[in-house]
């Protein structure tokens, strides 16, 4: 029965062709009860509890390489989500930044959540630069502006060595 119904729904979303469908399906309490603790469903709930967080407390969800960061600086990362295909960019440099994160935030006992950018919801936080957060507690918006600035130096700083 449980498949049947899965597999019934997924096919009806998918001949609908409807992103937003197989995300509304897979987000639902049924489906989300019948999977349990699949990496499916837990991609789907961070991510919900993530926009839920933007909506009602902006200063809890980062997002944004620079962003994100700042808070890991802090040791203000909960939940840590990124997608699958920063960790597959061309680029060492990017490879090397995004690791580097995923450890730190691992290190200071946060949960981390890789998304694959094949599922619906790793496709939503692509959207979002890639990677977000949510935070143990509120930060004040950083300071600095010149995030992007400072990124593109460690980058090549990272090249020449």
Not at 1 to 29: D, H, M, P, Q, T
Not at 36 to 57: H, P
Not at 87 to 95: D, K, L, Q, T
Request: hydrophobic share 40%.
């Amino acid at each position: 029965f449980f498949f049947f119904f899965f597999c019934s729904s997924l096919l009806y979303c998918a001949l609908l062709s409807n992103e937003k469908k197989i995300a509304e399906v897979l987000g639902s309490a049924e489906v989300a009860a019948r999977l349990g603790d699949t990496k499916a469903a837990g991609e789907v709930t961070a991510l919900d509890n993530f926009f839920k967080m933007l909506k009602t407390q902006p200063e809890r969800a980062y997002y944004g390489y620079g962003h994100v960061h700042y808070a890991c600086e802090a040791q203000a990362i909960d939940t840590l989500l990124v997608t699958d295909d920063l960790f597959r960019s061309a680029s060492v440099a990017e490879r090397r930044k995004y690791v580097a994160l995923v450890d730190e935030v691992r290190a200071n006992n946060g949960v981390v959540r890789i998304f694959s950018t094949l599922h619906v919801s790793g496709q939503q936080l692509k959207q979002l630069s890639g990677v977000a957060a949510v935070l143990r507690f509120p930060l004040p918006e950083p300071e600095d502006d010149n995030d992007d600035d400072d990124d593109e130096q460690e980058e090549e700083e990272d090249e020449e060595n």
